[in-house]
């Protein structure tokens, strides 16, 4: 079991979500990009955080706000009470505007994810890196973290208008490993460490730092729409 956890700690450090900048060392940048190179990057940023996980990490990050907001508010508490169907229709207004948003920022992220790993990767390291984000060891993991990841500390900096930090993201990232790792077969953890033990699985935990700035500024980022 202490393997288990220990396995879950670099699994979690290199997954989609974010991970812990202390272990990262800053990998020698590949140089110069072609073509090829640059759609293998775009390639490897579309595998790691595809269009069809948007709206589970929207209903996700909904939930968990309502969750402490109606809990912890003294105005929201006494809303709900005596209008019992506030939250529903709260979220049914404020979904369909999250989804829209996070679909037209989609491509800004994956473009400086891209441009993360091909300044870093070969173009053969990625197209292998988009293959392992791909199989279904990966996909099993990733499915995983999107159910189990608990985002206490990110809706309590929403909730308290704050921008949302990296210590906040990477927080709730190490809060969520045992649920993660628990929900895994012995030989889908197997794999996964085997991945994250190779030459590429260091290089990508090496970025780890670099991918968590990206992550916090594109959770903090708000489309026109709203702002409104």
């Known amino acids: ?68 907001l109606f809990a912890s508010d003294p105005d929201f508490i006494e809303l709900e009470k005596g209008y019992p169907g506030l939250r529903l229709a709260i979220s049914e207004r404020v979904r369909p505007v999250l989804v829209k948003s996070a679909m037209k920022m989609m491509p800004l992220y994956r473009a400086d994810l891209a441009k993360l790993y091909g300044d870093n990767l070969t173009t053969q390291e990625l197209h292998d890196a988009s293959i392992f984000f791909r199989s279904p060891e990966m996909l099993a993991f990733t499915a995983s973290l999107r159910r189990n990841l608990k985002l206490s500390r990110t809706t309590a900096s929403l909730i308290g208008e704050r921008d949302v930090t990296q210590a906040d993201v990477q927080g709730d990232i190490r809060s969520s490993a045992s649920g993660v790792m628990t929900e895994l077969s012995v030989q889908q953890r197997s794999k996964l460490v085997a991945f994250f033990s190779s030459p590429l699985g260091k290089t990508l935990t090496a970025l780890n730092s670099q991918k968590l700035a990206i992550n916090t500024k594109w959770f903090n980022y708000s489309t026109p729409e709203m702002e409104k």
């Open 1 to 68: 079991m202490r393997k288990d956890f220990i396995a879950a700690a670099s699994l979690l450090a290199a997954s989609i979500a974010m991970a812990n900048p202390a272990a990262s060392q800053t990998p020698t940048a590949v140089q110069p990009q072609s073509p090829a190179h640059q759609a293998a990057a775009s390639e490897l940023a579309e595998a790691m955080v595809p269009d069809s996980s948007i709206e589970e990490q929207v209903d996700s990050m909904l939930s968990q706000l309502f969750d402490q």
